[in-house]
């Protein structure tokens, strides 16, 4: 008979959702659309994503925070930056990400995770294993800023941008979420 934890994870590991419902269930009050779902596997599957949907769709809960974690807890990426339009709201997402590591009793039980680095837009999570990932932040502004950072022997490996492009009314596209990886 198999560890019904480990059964747990494993789905998690293949669906980025299930860890985020599972994980953060305080993060989805609603239940999901097929949409998110649908975003997420997008991101695991392309080095580039670039989404546009309404305001209040979840981008940012779904790719800056749930995938985001998907790859930090199964040890993805080494190096994140997250970029905004202005740099208070990258470090929101990180803030929020950081809470978790500190306050989540669940994400503690399957992904016992530290922070070693606790700064205002620069944090490194590391695993009971030693596998860190630095999570850095940035405003539209200071993109260029990225360019030469290293984290060890690592370069941003994926960059999650979430930048308003042009304003439309609520009904239509207002803003874009990017994810990149290099």
């Not at 747990?8 to 779902?37: C, N, Q, V, W, Y």
């Not at 546009?52 to 807890?73: D, N």
């Not at 990180?94 to 070693?116: G, H, M, Q, Y």
Request: proline share 4%; with cysteine.
């Amino acid at each position: 008979m198999t560890n019904p934890s480990q059964e747990i994870i494993e789905l998690m590991r293949t669906d980025p959702l299930a860890l985020g419902k599972f994980i953060f269930p305080h993060h989805f009050r609603i239940k999901s659309p097929t949409f998110h779902h649908t975003l997420l596997i997008l991101a695991l599957e392309n080095l580039n994503l670039v989404v546009g949907a309404p305001r209040e769709s979840s981008k940012t809960t779904i790719l800056g925070f749930t995938f985001l974690f998907h790859q930090i807890v199964f040890k993805k990426k080494r190096f994140v930056v997250i970029i905004t339009s202005v740099y208070s709201k990258s470090c929101g997402i990180l803030d929020a990400i950081k809470s978790e590591v500190k306050n989540n009793d669940r994400l503690k039980r399957f992904f016992p995770l530290e922070i070693t680095k606790d700064a205002e837009g620069d944090s490194i999570i590391r695993h009971s294993d030693g596998f860190e990932t630095r999570i850095m932040c940035k405003g539209r502004d200071q993109i260029g800023t990225i360019r030469g950072e290293k984290f060890g022997a690592y370069r941003p490996a994926r960059r999650l941008s979430n930048c308003k492009t042009k304003k439309y009314n609520k009904d239509q596209i207002n803003t874009c979420f990017e994810c990149h990886t290099y």
